[in-house]
């Protein structure tokens, strides 16, 4: 009888085990949208693409998944933006300034998502850390100089760089996904960004040896990005 019973307890511990492991799912995101550069980013790099893709683990019964993200987004300088302060810095514009330059940032993260079952709806919350790598087209540094016939026009010679860097970031969020279809479900959300790369270096643009500014070292990326796309469970 004492063997029944233990025979017993085994099984329904494995049948429940089983059970509670068979809900345990992986699931597979691809989201994509736009990010929205906040504080000093927004001043010099416009709104672009942002897409990112995740893979998570389930921790039964306790409505918590464990993540790992990869995302693209992608930044265009803003070009008014070094116009603005020759302008307002030196008193003088600047001719035939259109250049395409861009920066990437490329995050890899991990965290932990918690959701909430509210049928047919599951909103969540959302937390992350990781490493960012940067990569820059062109990047101001360096000294620039104005020439004095003609002050519009500017000296770009040793003043540009193509740079690369990595750097620590975190991200915070929340969302919610709707089922479509038995394992199919569309995935909305909403993350605040930052991570402490160096977006401008300092330069120096001189109009003479009388009329000059530096611009300081701009650094610690933050951004919002807002994605929509499809949740698979395996």
Do not use: C
Request: glycine share 10%; charged share 15%; net charge neutral.
């Amino acid at each position: 009888m004492n063997n029944l019973k233990v025979l017993l307890t085994f099984v329904i511990t494995f049948l429940f085990l089983n059970i509670t492991y068979s809900q345990t799912p992986l699931s597979l995101n691809l989201t994509g949208g736009a990010n929205i550069p906040m504080g000093d980013l927004k001043d010099v790099y416009k709104a672009g693409l942002s897409i990112e893709a995740g893979v998570f683990y389930g921790i039964p019964m306790t409505g918590i998944d464990l993540t790992i993200t990869a995302g693209y987004n992608g930044f265009t300088y803003k070009n008014d933006y070094f116009t603005n302060l020759v302008q307002t810095k030196l008193g003088v514009g600047v001719d035939g300034f259109n250049p395409s330059w861009t920066a990437t940032d490329v995050p890899i993260m991990v965290g932990a998502k918690y959701s909430i079952p509210l049928l047919p709806y599951s909103p969540y919350i959302w937390g992350e850390m990781g490493v960012h790598f940067l990569s820059f087209k062109d990047r101001l540094t360096g000294k620039m100089t104005g020439n004095m016939i003609n002050p519009t026009t500017i000296n770009w010679a040793n003043s540009l760089e193509s740079g690369s860097e990595t750097t620590f970031g975190y991200a915070i969020g929340a969302g919610v996904t709707i089922p479509l279809v038995p394992k199919v479900a569309i995935d909305f959300n909403v993350k605040y960004n930052n991570n402490g790369g160096i977006y401008s270096k300092t330069y120096e643009v001189f109009r003479s040896n009388s009329s000059d500014y530096i611009n300081p070292e701009l650094k610690n990326m933050t951004f919002i990005t807002a994605r929509a796309g499809i949740l698979v469970t395996l």
